[in-house]
């Protein structure tokens, strides 16, 4: 029995040391802060920020102006993107006027 609970020891011992070292390798390379860039300005953010906190951070009026529907924000190739929407490193996103509803 004894030499059981020594082994089931060193096999959680041993999962541990693999777990930290994957956990180490996957996050070397990963800064923790990310630049993209609204209307061409640069905004500074922490990695797994959404939309909605690069437009805060840039300018709580182009927000604002999109959570009330009077804009909508799209992707550099045009896209149109949710203010929960993820953003990656180098990202370009612009804020543009939405038309005018009718009827």
């Not at 959570?67 to 203010?83: H, I, S, T």
């Not at 929960?84 to 939405?98: E, K, N, P, T």
Request: net charge neutral; proline share 4%; charged share 25%.
């Amino acid at each position: 029995m004894n030499s059981e609970l020594r082994l089931g020891r060193e096999v959680l011992l041993l999962l541990f040391t693999v777990h930290c070292s994957l956990l180490t390798f996957w996050t070397i390379d990963m800064p923790e802060k990310i630049t993209v860039f609204v209307n061409g300005a640069p905004v500074e953010l922490y990695r797994g920020m959404h939309v909605k906190h690069a437009l805060i951070s840039c300018d709580y009026s182009l927000y604002k102006a999109v959570e009330d529907g009077r804009a909508m924000v799209e992707d550099a190739n045009g896209f149109r993107l949710g203010l929960d929407g993820a953003l990656r490193d180098g990202a370009r996103i612009f804020v543009v006027s939405r038309p005018p509803r009718q009827g």
